[in-house]
């Protein structure tokens, strides 16, 4: 079957967080969900259970808890048990509870930056102390490519370091982290006796041949020190259905994440938990599909900048549909702020991703490709003018 990734959505008028956020003339690259429809068969299934008409307190769908073990098993040769599953209404809730399960009040945790924002914010809230190191970044020509800051993060644990936050593959700077790397920080987390969390809803957004590694499915040892946070949301544009899950096959870490959301946690939607179903039983067609557009846009992208854009470094994201590009040769302390006013172009501003992400912008390539050209156009219009 073909898809259509090219077909322009009206998504205003719909409280879309994207697309409503900003006026009318403002064209949104920002915030990460994609413009395309969810595959078919999750609005077919969504519809038939709409149709039904009664939407009474939902029980967790053990179907689900089985398609998704047999989905571990099939995609990573992962061996997990359906009582390994805890759902979850989302992933920033996700970081949070981990924070919150994890250790005790002031306790640290670990981060490598520029990473997503919630995880600078996650263990505050949880009364817990951020302990942060940058990535590492080589640069190739005009090219990024980032890794994991093993000495930095060695400097930067402390005794009282109870957690190490990883996202794999990572938002915004697009890695997939290799099963060397993985390696590393595993044995790091071994040796620092930390518990790990994998924020790995990217896991499907893979471009190219890329291979997503879980990191519990290294060894049963780091499985058993591994709370994996996983979602349908990003692969299949679901994010408003709230449906995600955590993997924790270690019993004692499980109960502890339990009592963390007893009585805050609101139950998964029982439309999310349809929509989640459908999304991995009857759609990998559909997300082979939406990975070579998504990797020609990417390409497409890269193309642009290098061509067009000669003073901004980028990444080639592995996975994620997110480009990271380096402005500072604009001088701007908010780049995107300037964008917006300048260009009518909303894109992530660098600095929320933390340390090292200041002069920078993310870029959504979740879209279709006449909008990718645009927002390009957009970018270059003011850009020419200033690198
Ligand atoms: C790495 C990462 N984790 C979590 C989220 C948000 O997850 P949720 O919408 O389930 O809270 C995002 C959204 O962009 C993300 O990129």
């Known amino acids: 079957m073909s898809y259509d990734f090219d077909r322009q959505i009206e998504r205003r008028g719909t409280d879309s967080a994207k697309w409503s956020y900003f006026p009318a003339d403002v064209l949104p690259m920002w915030v990460a969900d994609m413009d395309f429809a969810s595959p078919p068969p999750i609005i077919e299934a969504l519809a038939a259970r709409v149709q039904q008409g009664v939407f009474g307190y939902g029980m967790e769908s053990k179907t689900l808890k089985q398609t998704l073990v047999e989905r571990m098993e099939r995609l990573y040769g992962w061996t997990i048990k359906p009582d390994d599953l805890v759902y979850l209404p989302g992933l920033v809730s996700g970081l949070n509870i981990v924070s919150r399960a994890v250790g005790e009040r002031g306790d640290g945790v670990l981060i490598n930056t520029p990473v997503y924002g919630p995880f600078l914010t996650a263990?505050?809230?949880?009364?817990?102390?951020?302990?942060?190191?940058?990535?590492?970044?080589?640069?190739?020509?005009?090219?990024?490519?980032?890794?994991?800051?093993?000495?930095?993060?060695?400097?930067?644990?402390?005794?009282?370091?109870?957690?190490?936050?990883?996202?794999?593959?990572?938002?915004?700077?697009?890695?997939?982290?290799?099963?060397?790397?993985?390696?590393?920080?595993?044995?790091?987390?071994?040796?620092?006796?930390?518990?790990?969390?994998?924020?790995?809803?990217?896991?499907?957004?893979?471009?190219?041949?890329?291979?997503?590694?879980?990191?519990?499915?290294?060894?049963?040892?780091?499985?058993?020190?591994?709370?994996?946070?996983?979602?349908?949301?990003?692969?299949?544009?679901?994010?408003?259905?709230?449906?995600?899950?955590?993997?924790?096959?270690?019993?004692?870490?499980?109960?502890?994440?339990?009592?963390?959301?007893?009585?805050?946690?609101?139950?998964?939607?029982?439309?999310?938990?349809?929509?989640?179903?459908?999304?991995?039983?009857?759609?990998?067609?559909?997300?082979?599909?939406?990975r070579a557009y998504l990797t020609a846009n990417r390409d497409f992208a890269v193309e642009y900048v290098e061509t067009h854009l000669p003073g901004v470094n980028y990444t080639v994201p592995e996975a994620t549909y997110l480009l990271w590009l380096d402005l500072r040769g604009l001088g701007e302390a908010k780049p995107a702020e300037m964008l917006m006013q300048q260009a009518k172009l909303a894109v992530n501003e660098g600095a929320w991703f933390g340390e090292g992400g200041e002069g920078f912008v993310r870029l959504n390539f979740g879209c279709p490709r006449s909008t990718l050209e645009e927002g390009l156009r957009r970018l270059c219009a003011v850009l020419e003018q200033r690198v």
């Open 123 to 290: 263990p505050a809230n949880q009364y817990r102390t951020l302990q942060s190191a940058p990535l590492n970044v080589a640069q190739t020509g005009r090219r990024l490519h980032y890794e994991l800051n093993m000495d930095g993060l060695a400097a930067a644990v402390q005794p009282h370091t109870k957690l190490f936050l990883l996202c794999n593959p990572h938002n915004p700077v697009g890695r997939a982290f290799t099963h060397a790397e993985l390696s590393e920080i595993a044995a790091f987390c071994v040796s620092h006796d930390l518990v790990i969390c994998s924020d790995e809803i990217h896991c499907d957004l893979l471009l190219d041949g890329t291979q997503h590694i879980p990191i519990a499915s290294l060894s049963p040892e780091i499985a058993q020190r591994t709370i994996t946070l996983m979602a349908p949301s990003k692969t299949f544009n679901i994010p408003g259905l709230g449906a995600s899950f955590a993997v924790v096959q270690n019993p004692t870490l499980r109960k502890q994440l339990e009592a963390a959301m007893a009585g805050i946690v609101p139950h998964v939607n029982i439309l999310g938990m349809v929509a989640a179903e459908a999304a991995y039983a009857r759609c990998d067609d559909w997300l082979a599909a939406l």
